[in-house]
């Protein structure tokens, strides 16, 4: 099982529409969850960081699940300008072990 | 604010030749530096970390090395290239207040032919 899975899509959405990405991560001792963005060959940006209680900025709202090892990112009213990939980031306890998932691809239409 | 310079932005090179890429940090001191692979269509891969000038962790065994010669810059180097070498090379930094995120320069594109 991989450390961080997450769904590859693509993820194909109108404009307008809401959309969200799961991502599960398998070591428990994991302490810090993030949501990064990547757009074509470009560095990857840090979107948002992952709260216990869940946050939101915006038209995005990051939950944890902790009990069930998973993270989400929901975003409404989806842009064009959203399309991009979108890596589920998990950093261990007590080190500096980050790991990046794959990353999702989300294409939103016109 | 802090900024992250990482050069050159492309490279190709032949298999067999050496690699030094460079990775410097402004704005902050005494950073964690990372460096990651990214191969075409796949995910980041860890392959150095640094808390401190001289002080260097591996994660990937492999052809490759790192050096951090002064605070604020991280170096990786190959003495042989591999056509596995090739793929995006990620800098990143994280330290001061945002302790746990990591902010990343705009990468070198790296060919081994």
């Known amino acids: 099982r991989k450390e961080v899975e997450q769904d590859p899509g693509p993820f194909n959405v109108p404009e307008g529409a809401t959309v969200a990405f799961n991502c599960t991560y398998s070591?428990?001792?994991?302490?810090?969850f993030f949501w990064y963005r990547q757009d074509c060959r470009k560095e990857p940006k840090l979107l948002m960081s992952?709260?216990?209680s869940g946050n939101e900025d915006g038209r995005f709202t990051a939950q944890l699940n902790r009990a069930s090892q998973y993270i989400s990112l929901l975003i409404r009213d989806s842009k064009l300008s959203d399309s991009a990939t979108y890596l589920c980031?998990?950093?261990?306890?007590?080190?500096?072990?980050?790991?990046f998932g794959a990353g999702t691809r989300l294409f939103v239409k016109a | 604010s802090q900024t992250i310079h990482q050069w050159p932005a492309t490279l190709v090179q032949p298999v067999g030749s050496p690699l030094s890429l460079e990775c410097t940090v402004e704005?902050?001191?005494?950073?964690?530096l990372y460096w990651y692979r990214q191969a075409a269509g796949r995910g980041l891969q860890l392959l150095f970390y640094?808390?401190?000038?001289?002080?260097i962790s591996s994660e990937v065994p492999q052809n490759l090395s790192a050096s951090r010669p002064q605070d604020r810059q991280f170096i990786l180097s190959s003495k042989k290239l591999l056509l596995s070498d090739s793929g995006f090379y990620l800098c990143?930094?994280?330290?001061?207040?945002?302790?746990?995120?990591?902010?990343f320069g705009p990468g070198t594109r790296l060919t081994v032919l």
């Open positions: 980031v998990v950093k261990w306890t007590g080190g500096f072990k980050t790991i």
């Open positions: 992952v709260y216990s």
């Open positions: 070591n428990s001792a994991s302490q810090s």
């Open positions: 990143a930094w994280s330290g001061g207040s945002s302790y746990n995120e990591q902010f």
């Open positions: 640094s808390v401190g000038i001289g002080q």
């Open positions: 704005g902050t001191s005494n950073p964690n």
